[in-house]
């Protein structure tokens, strides 16, 4: 036992929670041996050691004593990109995911899925009919749903289907006059208006009413905003409660508006929240407020400190689209391009000037804000970088810990561009299972397929990289973030795509515990059962690092979850009535979500 155990380890001390009897994967540096109990005071770790000596030194008669059974013992998992609010939806709104995670499978299932929640309570009080998570390349018509589908579900109410991606949907002909949307409206800079094939419409053709990037964003919008606004108030602490229930203990609102920043400090001032939260405001809105020069203070308000649950930690950017809805932004053409484009497509940026990517960088720099860049393409991550190294160059040297949220198709010599200027990767490694089938066959092919989020290149060159589950593009599955990585093993096919890129089961935890705590700078707090840091914890049905068969991760089941000492999952029923009512939303609250 070192000098710093022994000190907290006094025998006057008495433990509010002792865990013993399981597997505990304390994820230390320099452990090697596996502890046999762990005593908690005041939300604190303060033993980690022998069981007798816990009990010696650490029981009195108002500790609680809490036998795992044989179950594992892991620090609690913390969510290196998602959207909070988003996890909230994806609960609130129509399921239209595949197995595993729902039962769509074709665009009949879709519409049926549809029409069901508009017969729901918020369905009913709701302007549009909405549902998210159909996907194309598993649905058996292998297309997108359109307006003349979407116009069976209703002719009456604007109807939106939301693309797994979160960077595509379809709506109906109501939606799309909602949206001003017709022949004579051109395609958005950054975003595309689909059109009716075959159809002459001067002067820009008939949308079949499938629309991408910033042509689908004002659709979202409009579909949240016409959500009941309690409804809209309440998807916050709804995705807590969901983040809890897979053992995450500190989750992400990867880009907000400045707006729902705002909402999410008003709802935890009410009724702090049972995780913490590190919000990320839109950088193209905190840059804007910052340039206003009747702007008052920092529009972000960012700080390394929590207030009721929540800290503000900078701004996330983004820079293309979704490999899977083909709309990222590529160097090399893709396998199979969208129906109505050239051989030759690549996608496209979010941004095409370079320079107003630049300023988003250097403005967060000069602000002291962490930056998070959407780069899915490796021409995004180009434009990323080369965004990069002329901020840092003007802004000089400083330990920024700026992120590349997805990194889906990283060249090698772009993660040692990443190494070079200390950007964290962050892998959005579930892509693997979700979506490796349709990579191979249709969206990069297999040689470039077989390197999607290379966490292998970045380990190889002892980078702490993170990976995460974006929800609500997939659930906010911890276990399934290990499995992906681990296996890699497709959803369809069943093959391992690019075996040289696995990991092992303690590098994957690493990703979602310390190396996560590292990115958020709160590595010294969180990330790793030691004394001295928070008791945020997770039971296990079994120990993922121990496992003889790396297949059987997947079958894990979180058992609970423990936050700074403290029981959030499962909910018990005292707190379970209680409820989270929170504010009562101001008339003009909107909730949006950028995944």
Not at 189 to 194: D, P
């Amino acid at each position: 036992m070192d000098d710093q155990q022994q000190a907290a380890a006094a025998p006057y001390e008495e433990a509010d929670l002792l865990l013993h009897g399981g597997e505990i994967e304390t994820v230390a540096a320099g452990s090697t041996e596996r502890p046999e109990a762990v005593a908690v005071k005041d939300g604190v770790i303060v033993f980690v050691g022998g069981h007798a000596e816990a009990v010696a030194r650490w029981h009195g008669p108002r500790t609680k004593v809490r036998d795992l059974e044989g179950r594992a013992l892991l620090p609690g998992f913390i969510d290196a990109h998602g959207h909070l609010g988003g996890i909230g939806l994806q609960a609130t709104i129509a399921n239209l995911l595949a197995d595993p995670d729902g039962d769509v499978t074709d665009i009949a299932s879709v519409k049926r899925k549809l029409r069901e929640w508009a017969e729901t309570e918020v369905g009913r009080e709701s302007e549009w009919i909405i549902g998210f998570g159909y996907d194309d390349a598993v649905l058996t018509n292998e297309r997108h749903p359109t307006r003349d589908d979407l116009d069976e579900v209703s002719t009456t109410r604007p109807v939106l289907a939301i693309h797994q991606s979160f960077h595509l949907g379809a709506v109906n002909t109501l939606g799309l006059a909602a949206l001003g949307y017709s022949s004579d409206t051109a395609d958005p800079e950054g975003g595309v208006i689909r059109r009716r094939e075959g159809v002459e419409a001067p002067p820009h053709g008939e949308p079949n009413g499938v629309l991408e990037e910033t042509a689908f964003n004002p659709a979202s919008a409009a579909a949240m905003g016409g959500l009941p606004q309690a409804v809209q108030f309440g998807l916050f602490a709804k995705g807590a409660q969901s983040a809890a229930s897979f053992g995450f203990t500190t989750v992400q609102e990867g880009g907000a508006t400045l707006a729902n920043l705002a909402a999410l400090r008003e709802i935890a001032a009410a009724l702090p929240f049972e995780i913490d939260v590190v919000a990320y405001a839109r950088a193209d809105q905190a840059t804007a407020a910052v340039l206003d020069r009747d702007a008052d203070g920092d529009p972000v308000g960012a700080s390394p400190e929590y207030v009721n649950g929540v800290r503000a930690a900078g701004v996330k950017m983004y820079l293309d689209g979704s490999p899977q809805g083909r709309t990222a932004w590529l160097t090399k053409p893709y396998e199979t391009p969208p129906a109505d484009q050239p051989d030759d497509y690549c996608g496209y940026p979010t941004i095409p000037h370079d320079e107003i990517v630049l300023r988003q960088v250097r403005t967060a720099y000069e602000q002291g804000w962490q930056v998070l860049a959407h780069v899915n393409g490796d021409a995004s991550i180009d434009q990323f970088i080369g965004a990069v190294k002329a901020a840092a160059a003007a802004a000089g040297p400083g330990d920024r810990r700026t992120v590349a949220i997805h990194a889906q198709t990283a060249r090698e010599d772009q993660i040692n561009e990443f190494a070079l200027l200390r950007i964290i990767p962050s892998f959005f490694s579930m892509h693997t299972f979700y979506w490796g089938d349709w990579y191979r066959k249709t969206v990069l092919g297999e040689e470039r397929a077989a390197n999607i989020s290379p966490a292998r290149w970045a380990l190889d060159r002892r980078m702490a990289y993170t990976s995460h589950h974006d929800a609500p593009v997939a659930l906010p599955n911890s276990i399934a973030i290990l499995s992906s990585q681990v296996t890699r093993r497709t959803r369809k096919d069943k093959v391992v795509l690019g075996p040289e890129q696995c990991v092992s089961a303690l590098d994957a935890v690493r990703s979602i515990t310390i190396n996560a705590a590292h990115q958020y700078f709160e590595q010294d707090r969180k990330g790793s059962i030691e004394v001295g840091k928070l008791a945020d914890l997770v039971v296990l049905s079994a120990n993922p690092v121990t496992l003889a068969d790396p297949e059987e991760i997947r079958h894990i089941t979180v058992a609970e979850t423990i936050k700074a000492g403290r029981t959030i999952h499962p909910p018990t029923a005292a707190r379970s009535a209680v409820g989270r009512t929170g504010p009562t939303p101001p008339a003009d609250y909107q909730w949006h979500c950028s995944c």
